[in-house]
């Protein structure tokens, strides 16, 4: 789960539980005596289970969740003391957002880093050619058929990667190749396609400014993440 969703979930749950009257100590060996006494129960168990499982999950720079910080600060806020809280109720969120966009700027900087070494490690691996860009590649297959050019539409087979070899989308396992135009793709995938022959099969790294950028795409692809790419060009598709 995402950090950010985490956090919603945390808000929703804090706000879900005001039921708790102010002052009131918490009692863990209550009686269900009464279907009022058992719902709420059940509704506190609900909150519980999944708000303890999504932060023992959370891995946070410096550790793992501090569980007694965030049972405290429940607390205290549920039962309405606010002259106990160690935060303003008003500056909470804007405190949350900035860790969390600070976390973040982080990983991603720390990811740009990583790409880069990667990258200046491999251009000098046999069989790899560098553009101009920065784009790599090595040829697999050669083909002998015609080039695409930006005005064109291409069928091709891919697997894409991440560094740590983690596979985001393939075509090939789904059995079914793709058809888009040449420039209808990320700048990497545009340049590539124009220097590979069809029925060519190349291996391809893209930094990530010829990728997604700072802004990463979906679940799996961070900003700032350098990908791999084994593109196989099937033909060049006339209307």
């Known amino acids: 789960m995402k950090k950010t969703n985490v956090v919603a979930t945390i808000c929703v749950a804090l706000m879900?539980?005001?039921?708790?009257?102010?002052?009131?100590?918490?009692?863990?060996n209550v009686s269900l005596k009464t279907s009022i006494d058992s719902v709420c129960y059940a509704i506190g168990v609900n909150y519980g289970n999944g708000l303890g499982t999504s932060l023992k999950a959370e891995t946070f720079s410096g550790g793992p969740a501090n569980m007694d910080a965030f049972i405290a600060g429940f607390l205290t806020a549920v039962k309405g003391d606010t002259a106990a809280l160690k935060m303003e109720v008003g500056s909470v969120q804007a405190f949350i957002q900035q860790y969390f966009m600070a976390e973040q700027a982080k990983a991603s900087e720390?990811?740009?880093t990583?790409?880069?070494?990667?990258?200046n490690a491999n251009k000098s691996k046999e069989g790899v050619i560098t553009t101009e860009s920065g784009l790599q590649y090595k040829v697999i297959t050669e083909g002998s058929g015609a080039k695409p050019t930006t005005a064109d539409k291409v069928k091709v087979h891919y697997t894409g990667k991440l560094?740590?070899?983690?596979?985001f989308d393939s075509s090939v396992e789904r059995g079914e190749p793709v058809t888009f135009n040449v420039t209808g793709v990320i700048p990497g995938w545009t340049e590539v396609l124009q220097i590979m022959p069809v029925g060519s099969k190349y291996q391809v790294w893209i930094p990530s400014e010829l990728g997604y950028g700072q802004q990463g795409a979906g679940q799996m692809i961070k900003p700032n993440s350098t990908l791999e790419f084994e593109v196989e060009l099937l033909e060049i598709v006339k209307e």
């Not at 879900?16 to 863990?28: D, H, L």
């Not at 560094?163 to 596979?167: F, H, I, S, Y």
């Open 163 to 167: 560094l740590d070899g983690t596979v």
């Open 110 to 112: 720390a990811l740009k």
């Open 16 to 28: 879900g539980m005001t039921v708790v009257s102010c002052g009131q100590k918490v009692n863990t």
């Open 114 to 119: 990583e790409g880069q070494a990667f990258l």
